[in-house]
T-cell receptor
Framework: AQSVAQPEDQVNVAEGNPLTVKCTYS??????LFWYVQYPNRGLQFLLK??????LVKGSYGFEAEFNKSQTSFHLKKPSALVSDSALYFC??????????????FGRGTQLTVWP | DTGVSQNPRHKITKRGQNVTFRCDPI?????LYWYRQTLGQGPEFLTY????????KSRLLSDRFSAERPKGSFSTLEIQRTEQGDSAMYLC??????????????????FGDGTRLSIL
């Protein structure tokens, strides 16, 4: 079965400090991994993806994520947090094989709060 | 920027009524998805279309739910005889995939702002 875990419901960080939002996954075969951000009463905005290749992927708004196959993790990072980064962040996975062609499997989300 | 458009943004209805939501995907995207999101949870997959063909349905999609994408462009999601438990945000997403035989796609899904359904 495919699943995503985001072990922290909330992450709080001071502006200017580095941030990390954690994600681990379980999937059949190789994973396609994604991070999305959601602001209140809005849909999800795509931040970045890992398909293959370099384990460190860079995305929108200065975010990056590191894929670690042995730990089945895909943690989201940013070197210097901004107050405007405060939002709900979702990790998602899609397997590269199996019977489910289209669906993404999402974690429960992590609320990031960056205080001034 | 023409993104995924969903209408209405909010729907309030009484239990037992039927509701229909519309999704207009990004124009060149041939794949369209519906998800449901409840408070404190991530989106849960409902169904997926490639062009006009509905290729995958979740067990969450009971017989009261039906989705269509008649011309491979916009899609509608209808819920019949609504129940309290149907209250949620309904999200539509679209992506670009290879045409022809359905296949795995590594393209990101782009989401609309959703329709929030409240059942009184």
């Amino acid at each position: 079965a495919q699943s995503v875990a985001q072990p922290e419901d909330q992450v709080n960080v001071a502006e200017g400090n580095p941030l990390t939002v954690k994600c681990t996954y379980s999937v059949s075969g190789n994973p396609y991994l994604f991070w999305y951000v959601q602001y209140p009463n809005r849909g999800l905005q795509f931040l970045l993806k890992y398909i293959t290749g370099d384990n460190l992927v860079k995305g929108s708004y200065g975010f990056e994520a590191e894929f670690n196959k042995s730990q089945t993790s895909f943690h989201l990072k940013k070197p210097s947090a901004l107050v405007s980064d405060s939002a709900l962040y979702f990790c998602a996975v899609r397997p590269d094989r199996g019977s489910t062609l289209g669906r993404l499997y999402f974690g429960r989300g992590t609320q990031l709060t960056v205080w001034p | 920027d023409t993104g995924v458009s969903q209408n209405p943004r909010h729907k309030i209805t009484k239990r037992g009524q039927n509701v229909t939501f519309r999704c207009d995907p990004i124009s060149e995207h041939n794949r369209l998805y519906w998800y449901r999101q409840t408070l404190g949870q991530g989106p849960e997959f409902l169904t997926y279309f490639q062009n006009e063909a509905q290729l995958e349905k979740s067990r969450l999609l009971s017989d009261r739910f039906s989705a269509e994408r008649p011309k491979g462009s916009f899609s509608t999601l209808e819920i019949q005889r609504t129940e309290q438990g149907d209250s949620a945000m309904y999200l539509c997403a679209s992506s670009l995939g290879r045409s022809g035989t359905p296949s795995y796609s590594n393209q990101p899904q782009h989401f609309g702002d959703g329709t929030r359904l409240s059942i009184l």
